[in-house]
């Protein structure tokens, strides 16, 4: 802005990309009930055969969880469409407007960090959600504390699942679907996938619940696995995917670490979960249904 | 041998090509009447307005201008900062609007949870590098990656959809059409007896329709 006022006719404004490093949200209250919605807009090319089909079963799809109105889920209000040119349709949904997310919950949290109890109800309401959307064959495929919502009450809400879909209408097969840091060792080799890795990402939240900070923050693929490694081990020469090009050989030779290094505050419960969630083999990896029933959620009077 | 197979291959492959037009077989008839599509369309405009002004009174915006409107719910304009991440509209930059292909049929999205394809995904892997290069730290950074992330998927996208599509549907007509024949055996004579007329001599080149009926017979 200041370069356009300066040189004048060097530069002159071409999009508006939104109110600076960020855009505006509308944001409403009902002022029958008192209820918050906000607006989520995308916009999707058409052609003459309109809304591609893949965002018609997206939003369907979104629509049809949302009649289970599901706690752990982030209501999805209404899905308007307005055509804004032959070529381009706007599709604006309509969710709840929860005020923050985990990222800044967690980054609330005071100093010793959040209570065991606490962590125990926030991942107890996360697999919940994640066990849900898992068995009505829904991948979330890239939980990150930003899209896990925290109501004032302490609520958890996943948001974001399928919506990524809507926003490219085709990320189906881009391996950039889920975040480096909360990316499984499947999605990182670029393996096939499927519901294990959201359990992975959700490993790796609740290692991050602990301390307060991401549990491996890579700063590229191999950067991730590398980190990766270091904790769990390198995995075995049968353990490792057939179907990938990145060899094993890459990898210096480690031995599993201690987790307790890594994550210190967790209880002996909590590390065997948190161990059985970041289980380098999707297929050994524990299921979000089963992780519910793990002995970390048995109700034993917690010292906290 | 060989060249009477070869002409009633082509033959099939031909009206299955034609298949979908409905136009140029045969069988083709126009049940309903012409359509007028410029009628069509008009009825179709009109429908999306009236039920764009439906949700516009449900929830007093406009959501086509993008402007609140008097009404039982108070909306007001917030920066994004002060709400997560997830209600902002990350795709609202104008990059976007230069990829238009958005015209392809997404075979993928129903089988969200299904194991993806391991090739490909490997034949993304530039893409994946230059997205995946800077890390987010912190949500604002990760905005960018999530524009990147959203165009190195469009990008790559134009390439596999094409790709995609086009071997799927002869595959799937001829799957269908063997198994559907092999249930038919009344409808199958008609097809072995047109298949007689174009091919006299059939011998070991029968076609596969034929194969089963002969089994069954």
């Known amino acids: 802005m200041a370069m356009t006022q300066e040189s004048g006719i060097q530069y002159e404004p071409v999009a508006e990309i939104g109110g600076g490093a960020y855009g505006t949200v509308y944001k409403a209250r009902d002022k029958q009930s008192g209820q918050f919605v906000a607006l989520k807009s995308v916009r999707v090319q058409t052609d003459q055969e309109g809304l591609p089909l893949s965002t018609v079963r997206e939003v369907a799809l979104l629509r049809r969880l949302e009649q289970f109105d599901h706690p752990n889920i982030v209501k999805l209000m209404d899905v308007c469409a307005t055509l804004r040119t032959d070529q381009e349709t706007k599709v604006t949904l309509v969710f709840e407007h929860v005020d923050q997310d985990l990222k800044t919950y967690l980054e609330k949290a005071p100093p010793p960090g959040l209570p065991v109890s606490r962590i125990k109800d926030l991942m107890r309401q996360l697999l919940c959600g994640l066990s849900f959307l898992h068995s009505h064959r829904v991948l979330h495929r890239d939980l990150k504390p930003e899209n896990i919502l925290v109501t004032s009450r302490g609520q958890v809400k996943l948001a974001d699942f399928g919506l990524a879909r809507i926003y490219s209408c085709h990320m189906a097969l881009t391996p950039v679907v889920v975040t480096l840091w909360y990316r499984s060792p499947e999605v990182l080799l670029q393996s096939t996938y499927a519901t294990p890795v959201d359990i992975w990402s959700t490993g790796c939240i609740f290692a991050e619940m602990f301390r307060c900070k991401p549990l491996f923050c890579g700063e590229s693929e191999v950067d991730q696995l590398t980190k990766i490694f270091s904790v769990i081990g390198l995995p075995s020469e049968d353990e490792w995917p057939t179907d990938v090009t990145l060899s094993r050989q890459n990898f210096c030779p480690q031995s599993p670490q201690p987790i307790t290094d890594s994550v210190p505050e967790i209880s002996e419960e909590g590390a065997d979960l948190l161990l059985k969630m970041l289980t380098f083999d999707p297929l050994r990896r524990i299921s979000a249904l089963s992780a519910q029933e793990h002995r970390f959620f048995s109700d034993q009077p917690d010292n906290s | ?217």
């Open chain 2, 1 to 217: 041998m060989a060249n009477v197979e070869i002409p009633s291959l082509l033959e099939r492959h031909a009206a299955r090509r034609t298949f979908p037009l409905l136009a140029r077989t045969k069988v083709c008839r126009n049940l309903f009447g012409p359509v007028d599509h410029d009628e069509l369309n008009c009825e179709m405009k009109k429908q999306l307005q009236e039920i764009s002004e439906r949700d516009q009174s449900r929830w007093n915006f406009n959501f086509e201008k993008n402007l609140p409107l008097p009404g039982s719910y108070e909306w007001e304009e917030i920066l994004g900062q002060s709400v997560p991440s997830f209600y902002q509209d990350s795709v609202h930059n104008g990059r976007v609007r230069t990829v238009s292909l958005f015209n392809v049929k997404d075979a993928e999205s129903t089988s969200e949870c299904e194991y993806k394809n391991a090739s490909a995904l490997r034949k993304t892997a530039e893409e994946v590098q230059c997205s995946a290069d800077a890390p987010d730290r912190s949500s604002d950074v990760n905005q960018e990656n999530h524009s990147d992330a959203f165009n190195a998927g469009l990008r790559r996208l134009s390439n596999e959809c094409h790709r995609r599509k086009r071997p799927s549907v002869p595959e799937s007509l001829r799957i269908n059409s063997t198994q559907i024949t092999e249930f038919f055996p009344k409808r199958k004579k008609t097809i072995d007896s047109k298949q007689a007329e174009c091919t006299p001599k059939t011998g070991s080149s029968i076609p596969i329709e034929v194969t089963p009926h002969k089994r069954i017979r």
